[in-house]
């Protein structure tokens, strides 16, 4: 079946810092959603990529799709005490979606 | 739009019970999509409905079940209640089964003691 990899777990990033999130799949994937869930709440849809090599940007937060469609990254940049939180990445194989087991982000500020 | 919504939100059962939770979805989104959500597994899909229908199915044990109504509402059984079983579980709706983006519920905190 579909594996699904992202690393690092754990992140803890000085406030003001750049960090990157991979998500890695066994298999090649039809899109790619990003999730955050912030601690003590639920998973908020962030974005979905589906071109091979899409690049989409949310203010301070790059997200790419590989050019192989089997992985793909998000980027955030200038981190504020409000990115705290798990970021999963979703990944989608002939309508299955599987969760990546997600990066915690924690913020020094 | 109001968003997803689970009832209840917290409950504690003992070993042995059972227990159902419910999901309503936004409204006109007619799949829905459970998950189990704990520390140490992450999000691990249980099962998904479509028009009544079960349509994906996790490796989860026949303990756990589910259905759908005609409105899209679903809910979720778990019979035989373990220690292990104690979640957030989740609910998620998309418009379709052939839509990837999820809205999640705030989800269900199950204790089983």
């Known amino acids: 079946g579909q594996q699904v990899m992202q690393i690092p777990q754990y992140q803890h990033v000085q406030e003001g810092e750049d960090f990157t999130t991979y998500c890695n799949s066994s298999t090649t994937l039809s899109n790619i959603q990003w999730y955050k869930q912030r601690p003590g709440g639920h998973p908020v849809f962030l974005i979905q990529?589906?071109?091979?090599?899409e690049v989409k940007k949310q203010k301070r937060l790059t997200f790419q799709f590989g050019e192989a469609k089997k992985n793909s990254s998000l980027h955030i940049t200038a981190t504020q005490t409000t990115d705290v939180g798990t970021y999963f990445c979703?990944?989608?194989?002939?309508?299955?979606?599987?969760f990546g087991a997600g990066t915690t982000v924690t913020v020094r500020a | 739009k109001a968003g997803v919504t689970q009832t209840p939100r917290y409950l504690i059962k003992t070993r042995g019970q059972q227990v159902t939770l419910s999901c309503s979805p936004i409204?006109?989104?007619?799949?829905v999509s459970w998950y189990q959500q704990t520390p140490g597994q992450g999000l691990q899909f249980l099962f998904e409905y479509f028009s009544e229908t079960q349509r994906n199915k996790g490796n989860f044990p026949g303990r756990f079940s589910g259905r759908q109504f005609s409105n899209s509402r679903s809910e979720m059984n778990v019979s035989t209640l373990e220690l292990g079983d104690s979640a957030l579980y989740l609910c998620a709706s998309s418009l379709t089964d052939r839509t990837y983006e999820q809205y999640f519920g705030p989800g269900t905190r199950l204790t089983v003691t």
């Open positions: 990529l589906v071109k091979s090599g």
């Open positions: 409204s006109g989104h007619r799949s």
């Open positions: 979703g990944c989608s194989n002939d309508y299955k979606l599987s």
